[in-house]
T-cell receptor
Framework: AQTVTQSQPEMSVQEAETVTLSCTYD???????LFWYKQPPSRQMILVIR??????QNATENRFSVNFQKAAKSFSLKISDSQLGDTAMYFC???????????FGTGTRLQVTL | ETGVTQTPRHLVMGMTNKKSLKCEQH?????MYWYKQSAKKPLELMFV???????ENNSVPSRFSPECPNSSHLFLHLHTLQPEDSALYLC?????????????FGDGTRLSIL
């Protein structure tokens, strides 16, 4: 079975600052993919960034980057130069090859303040 | 334009009513998904269709009945629901069920059971 744990229910960051959201996961499979999704108040779940487990290099997407620690099964999201539009729920998700199921964490609510 | 459109956006119904949720995707994908999102809980996968065939029923009560007439459309028929079924129902699609492609989500239908 796959599990995804997000231990920070809520976080706050000031505009232009950097924030890191934590995620740990567990799976017995060697082939899997990790995602961070953002869900703003508009409710649409938007893909922020993805990481293939077989890649050692951390994924980056503009102001968003991940710290993927495979041995520790950790997949944190770093948001640099935070903007008001980054205010949203952030979900970490795990996709395993054989199960082809996307397992989500409980989410972290991020508030960006002035 | 999200590529995945869900209607209605909001739905209030009594426990004895029958209603349907609709999902349409314009991305040329072949896999479609229904998720239930309740407060403080991870997204729960309900059903998966791959090339119009149901491949996953995650122990969903029979009062929820999915239908996938083609790869672009997915319905969730509802009847005699319970108050605990109040939630946000999200539809998603991906190129196919297996593989590493992320799922694209709609805006969801907020369902309230009176």
């Amino acid at each position: 079975a796959q599990t995804v744990t997000q231990s920070q229910p809520e976080m706050s960051v000031q505009e232009a600052e950097t924030v890191t959201l934590s995620c740990t996961y567990d799976t017995s499979e060697s082939n899997y993919y990790l995602f961070w999704y953002k869900q703003p108040p508009s409710r649409q779940m938007i893909l922020v960034i993805r990481q293939e487990a077989y890649k050692q290099q951390n994924a980056t997407e503009n102001r968003f980057s991940v710290n993927f620690q495979k041995a520790a099964k950790s997949f944190s999201l770093k948001i640099s130069d935070s903007q008001l539009g980054d205010t949203a729920m952030y979900f970490c998700a795990l996709l395993t090859g054989t199960a082809s199921k996307l397992t989500f964490g409980t989410g972290t609510r991020l508030q960006v303040t002035l | 334009e999200t590529g995945v459109t869900q209607t209605p956006r909001h739905l209030v119904m009594g426990m004895t009513n029958k209603k349907s949720l609709k999902c349409e995707q314009h991305l040329g994908h072949n896999a479609m998904y229904w998720y239930k999102q309740s407060a403080k809980k991870p997204l729960e996968l309900m059903f998966v269709y791959n090339f119009k065939e149901q491949t996953e029923n995650n122990s969903v009560p029979s009062r929820f009945s999915p239908e996938c007439p083609n790869s672009s459309h997915l319905f969730l028929h509802l009847h005699t629901l319970q108050p605990e079924d109040s939630a946000l129902y999200l539809c998603a699609s991906s190129p196919r069920q297996s593989g590493n492609q992320p799922q694209h989500f709609g805006d969801g239908t907020r369902l309230s059971i009176l």
